[in-house]
Each structure stands twice: as structure tokens, then as C-alpha cells.
């Protein structure tokens, strides 16, 4: 069935550290894949994607990591600042875009 | 470039009664959707549009929940009766099309409490 989860519920960083949040995914079809950042009150914004012929992307201080042998997708943030503090989201996309249940970073200073 | 936007930011209504939300994508974006967040859980799809026609609402609950996007640009879901139960965040969210590699763009969103 559709199921984008994430295995930990809440991080917590040290201001400067990097950031790795994980996300499983369970269709092996889905070919599209989203990071998202949701801080508290807004929307979503998007921050990174992935398609499923490439197993790396780089962004500003993000790299998206894809592992479709099983099924893994994570999300690195170097050098994690105080305004990186939000949930974020990793979602899949096959015919719609399902969402994960979400992971709260929180940088301490 | 001006983001999804949406209104009203907040809403407080009593069981059964009715609400509506507004949302304008950017200019330009053929796909709108309608994403249901329930706090602490991600967004649902609610609805997808294509221009005006409906590609998607598998999700929704259609003997209260509606949505229409008549002219193809602006959208409304509407909710009647509400339920308890519909208290979470209403997502607007818009792409340029509907294929994988389309970045979809999503509102602040419409905080709904029903009491």
C-alpha cells in the first residue's frame, strides 16, 4: 500500500553539525521524489527533488541521497543552522504526490 | 513571482455548519491541488485539477466536501456539513503540469477549527 514514512520522529542537532533524515518509501514505482520544509504556521516549501534514474543530488548546503534497492531516500543538510528548526517532509510521486509523516529538526545553538 | 494564495488564513466555525476556502495559484500553473493536513501528520490529497477538469479525488470526501475550478485558474473547497473531525490545515498547492519533475508549490494554507 502507500506508505512514505520516516524513521524518527524528532532530531536534534548542534548549530554547525550536519543533518541526516531518513525516509523509507514502499512503491517501487513512484519515480519522482520531494524534500520538503514546513515551519510552524506556512505551507510546505520545497527544497530539493530527486527522479529515480539519479541516486544524488546536490543543492545549496542539501544533498539528496536515493537508494531504490531499498527503498531508502534521505535528506543531508550541512552545517545546520538555527533556521533550519522545522518538520520536514519527504514525498513520493508515481501518478500523485503521497507525503511522509514528517520529521522535526531542532538545532541547538 | 507571487506564491499560491489562499484565504481566509484562519477559520472557527460550529459543527454543521458550512465553510469555503479560496486559492489562486501562480500564473501560469495548469495543476492545482487541495491537500488536507491534520496536525502532526503529513498532507492528503484531497483533489487534483487539470485546468478545470478533475484528474484526481479518489480522497475526498464527497457527501460534505466539494471543490470546483470553474475558469481554470482560481479554486474553492467548500465543506458542508462540517464535522469535528475536519479541523486541520486546508493546503492549496499548484504546478506547472502534472508529470513527475513538476515542482509543486504549496499556499501558507487555511487553518480550519471546528467546534
Known amino acids: 500500500g502507500e506508505n512514505v514514512g520516516l524513521h524518527l520522529p524528532t532530531l536534534s542537532v548542534q548549530e554547525g553539525d550536519n543533518s541526516i533524515i531518513n525516509c523509507a518509501y514502499s512503491n517501487s514505482a513512484s519515480d519522482y521524489f520531494i524534500w520538503y520544509k514546513q515551519e510552524s504556521g506556512k505551507g510546505p516549501q520545497f527544497i530539493i527533488d530527486?527522479?529515480?534514474?539519479?541516486d544524488k543530488r546536490q543543492g545549496q548546503r542539501v544533498t539528496v541521497l536515493l537508494n531504490k534497492t531499498v527503498k531508502h531516500l534521505s535528506l543531508q543538510i550541512a552545517a545546520t543552522q538555527p533556521g533550519d528548526s522545522a518538520v520536514y517532509f519527504c514525498?513520493?510521486?508515481?501518478?500523485?504526490?503521497?507525503f511522509g509523516q514528517g520529521t522535526e529538526l531542532s538545532v541547538k545553538p | 513571482e507571487a506564491g499560491v494564495a489562499q484565504s481566509p488564513r484562519y477559520k472557527i466555525i460550529e459543527k454543521r455548519q458550512s465553510v469555503a476556502f479560496w486559492c489562486n495559484p501562480i500564473s501560469g500553473h495548469a495543476t492545482l491541488y487541495w491537500y488536507q493536513q491534520i496536525l502532526g501528520q503529513g498532507p492528503k490529497l484531497l483533489i487534483q485539477f487539470q485546468n478545470n477538469g478533475v484528474v484526481d479525488d479518489s480522497q475526498l470526501p464527497k457527501d460534505r466536501f466539494s471543490a470546483e475550478r470553474l475558469k481554470g485558474v482560481d479554486s474553492t473547497l467548500k465543506i458542508q456539513p462540517a464535522k469535528l473531525e475536519d479541523s486541520a490545515v486546508y493546503l492549496c498547492?499548484?504546478?506547472?503540469?502534472?508529470?513527475?519533475?513538476?515542482?509543486?508549490?504549496f499556499g501558507e494554507g487555511s487553518w480550519l477549527t471546528v467546534v
Open positions: 530527486i527522479r529515480s534514474n539519479m
Open positions: 514525498a513520493e510521486k508515481e501518478i500523485k504526490l503521497i
Open positions: 498547492a499548484s504546478s506547472l503540469g502534472h508529470s513527475s519533475g513538476n515542482t509543486i508549490y
